[in-house]
């Protein structure tokens, strides 16, 4: 198995998160009173409960390395998130940075950022 790394991020309420996250492609793989983990292919992100979260002060984030992140973004878009400027959840399109990446953004309800990466040879 290859080495990887998995992001832990809050969940006010697992049902939601779930919620959230499941017409953006991800599935449940486990989930017990105390963690819950989701899936995309092979992305994966996992949560721990935070009922007393304050999205508005969440410093939680993580990023995705995706093959296909305008793919992602347009999931994210069938989905109904809204690109705005602020609130929650919201969703930024990818654009070049000055890294010489393609990176775009999504916050979701719990205040999470998600940056989402084109991998550069996807």
């Not at 499941?22 to 992100?45: N, S």
């Not at 990446?101 to 940056?115: C, F």
């Amino acid at each position: 198995m290859t080495d990887h790394a998995t992001p832990n991020l809050p969940a006010r309420d697992f049902d939601a998160t779930e919620a959230f996250y499941r017409p953006l492609g991800f599935e449940r793989t486990w989930r017990d009173g105390g963690w819950m983990i989701l899936k995309r292919g092979t992305a994966a992100l996992e949560f721990f409960p935070w009922p007393d979260l304050d999205p508005a002060t969440s410093s939680f984030g993580a990023c995705l390395r995706l093959d296909d992140v305008d793919g992602f973004y347009a999931a994210c878009q069938a989905a109904g998130v809204p690109e705005t400027a602020a609130g929650r959840p919201r969703v930024r399109r990818p654009a070049l940075e000055h890294s010489g990446l393609r990176i775009g953004y999504l916050v979701d309800p719990d205040g999470s950022l998600i940056r989402m990466i084109q991998n550069p040879f996807g």
